[in-house]
């Protein structure tokens, strides 16, 4: 644990000089200013909508559940690697053509993913572009990029971005976020924070960066549930952000957050559950629950590769978050998160991140089988990818884990080489040369949980890559995602699909859609055998 928590130590340092240069002038805004304006990629996603609806039949009604699952870090090399370790971990080596359960779905693309400040993004800045739909700065959450990384002081409305929750909350929809992260991080973060720095998850952070100033935002614990009261279901880490440093939390202000929230839901006549401890969840009956507080872990939910028996899956929370949100009359969006993907990838940790991807599949499919896809948008992304790769010539016989037995004996200096390596993180050597792989101690530790694959830049951790990402569709509005995209898009063909803001007034969204519709699907039928009797 304690490498751990030194490499994450490392990144925050790193971030906060990174964001720290961002507002010190040094950094250009945007050549081209109408990036800034969330009307800028409405306008773009309109555009791309209409054309779209002249390539297939327009469903006739809205969505009435649509749910997102973002595999952070999940770019394609993780994909890749995920096939062939799918297969091994079946006992399949070698099986004939090796697929993620979701590469069969009817609707894929590509995705770009840069922001506004740099051309590699952050999970901040990305989960403002995929759940709101506008980009902006590197480690801003839910606001333009007129507002700087690291802005301390209260933001004006015209500022802040709208996510596609708060608007489903808005049409009365149930909405859930669960993740294996912190539910204050950056990526569910992106629902419903506004603020401009990701790390400011409690009041300890904040007063870190900003001081004890009245005119400042609230922190990210502290919007998500003083602020949004409505959602429905919550299930992640982090419940060191809503608990004071007396109950083994992090708060200064000597707040109990979390009890609060029960507290105001039970005032309001709610059926509210807060549960702090993982092995709780997996015993509770959720039966006749609305609102849910699930804060299973006091930072992270562990590794997959590290997780007890009895403690919750992600599989078993998006079980639990869909049971309940599905009994809600209107319909519902999810926000489903594989967050430990992307952390073993900055620790270097090919296999925990890969044994994390499969855990996620797992939720994916699970999650899947629940819903009804015709009236049901599910959609799978990554908010960025990684420094990771694929790479040699590797046998397709042999485990991934393994030496390269094709190119590894061919290496100048006849130390091997492994399949997957990172261009970036802490594995790397400093003024040293590298690790001898054939070393039959090293050898020996290749298929270890803890094993860092090798990675050429010495660095705290492994960086984000900037390649386009995969997008993945399956149920009805599927259809939206033929093409490659930009992750702004995602959000505004969420909002689209269920008729949100600012789609309400779309065809698809009247009374009368169904009828125009079905007339409109009749008369083609009506063409095509026609024409077929005269033939």
């Given at each position: 644990m304690k490498s751990i928590s030194i490499s994450l130590f490392g990144l925050a340092i790193l971030l906060t000089l990174s964001f720290t240069n961002a507002i010190s002038g040094k950094d250009k805004v945007p050549a081209n200013k109408q990036e800034i304006l969330p009307s800028f990629w409405e306008r773009l996603a309109r555009e791309r909508i209409q054309r779209t609806n002249t390539y297939y039949l327009k469903p006739t009604k809205p969505a009435k559940n649509v749910i997102l699952f973002l595999g952070d870090g999940m770019g394609a090399p993780t994909i890749s690697a995920g096939r062939f370790f799918k297969a091994e971990m079946e006992g399949r080596i070698g099986a004939a053509n090796p697929m993620m359960d979701f590469e069969d779905w009817p609707f894929h693309t590509l995705c770009r993913t840069y922001d506004l400040h740099t051309e590699v993004t952050d999970s901040a800045s990305s989960a403002t572009a995929y759940l709101g739909g506008t980009k902006t700065n590197t480690g801003v959450l839910g606001l333009t990029g007129d507002v700087k990384p690291m802005d301390c002081r209260v933001y004006k409305e015209e500022e802040r971005v709208d996510s596609v929750l708060k608007a489903a909350i808005r049409a009365g929809k149930a909405t859930g976020l669960v993740t294996t992260s912190r539910i204050t991080h950056a990526s569910p973060a992106g629902a419903f924070a506004h603020i401009a720095f990701r790390d400011w998850e409690c009041d300890t952070y904040m007063f870190k960066d900003c001081g004890k100033k009245k005119d400042v935002p609230k922190d990210i614990a502290r919007q998500l549930l003083e602020d949004n009261p409505d959602i429905n279901v919550i299930i992640g880490g982090g419940s060191s952000m809503f608990y004071p440093t007396e109950a083994n939390?992090?708060?200064?202000?000597?707040?109990?957050v979390a009890d609060e929230w029960l507290q105001h839901m039970q005032s309001l006549g709610r059926n509210a559950k807060l549960v702090n401890d993982s092995h709780e969840f997996m015993k509770t009956n959720f039966t006749g629950v609305d609102y849910l507080l699930g804060l299973l872990a006091p930072s992270h939910m562990p590794y997959d590769a590290d997780r007890d028996p009895h403690e919750a899956s992600i599989a078993n929370m998006t079980r639990?978050?869909?049971e309940i949100l599905s009994r809600q009359p209107n319909g519902f969006f999810l926000f489903v998160e594989g967050a430990r993907i992307d952390h073993a990838h900055h620790e270097n940790l090919g296999k925990k991140s890969l044994l994390d991807m499969l855990a996620f599949e797992e939720a994916i499919r699970e999650g899947t089988k629940m819903v009804n896809l015709e009236?049901?948008?599910?959609?799978?992304?990554?908010?960025?990818?990684?420094?990771?790769?694929?790479?040699?010539?590797?046998?397709?016989?042999?485990?991934?884990?393994?030496?390269?037995?094709?190119?590894?004996?061919?290496?100048?200096?006849?130390?091997g080489m492994t399949p997957l390596i990172y261009s970036s993180g802490p594995a790397g050597k400093v003024n040293e040369t590298r690790d001898n792989l054939n070393n039959p101690n090293i050898t020996a530790k290749l298929h270890d949980k803890e094993f860092k694959q090798p990675a050429f830049v010495p660095f705290y951790s492994s960086t984000h890559a900037g390649e386009d990402v995969g997008v993945y569709a399956t149920g009805v509005f599927s259809h939206l995602f033929h093409s490659t995209i930009d992750n702004t898009f995602i959000a505004q063909s969420m909002k689209y699909a269920m008729c949100l803001t600012p789609f309400e007034t779309e065809s698809h969204c009247s009374s009368s859609s169904t009828t125009l519709g079905l007339s409109a699907l009749s008369i083609i039928l009506t063409i095509i055998v026609i024409k077929n009797n005269l033939l």
């Open positions: 939390g992090q708060r200064s202000d000597g707040r109990y639990v978050a869909i009236e049901t948008l599910i959609i799978l992304t990554a908010d960025h990818s990684h420094s990771f790769h694929l790479v040699g010539e590797p046998r397709r016989l042999s485990s991934l884990l393994d030496l390269d037995e094709g190119y590894g004996p061919m290496t100048f200096d006849n130390k």
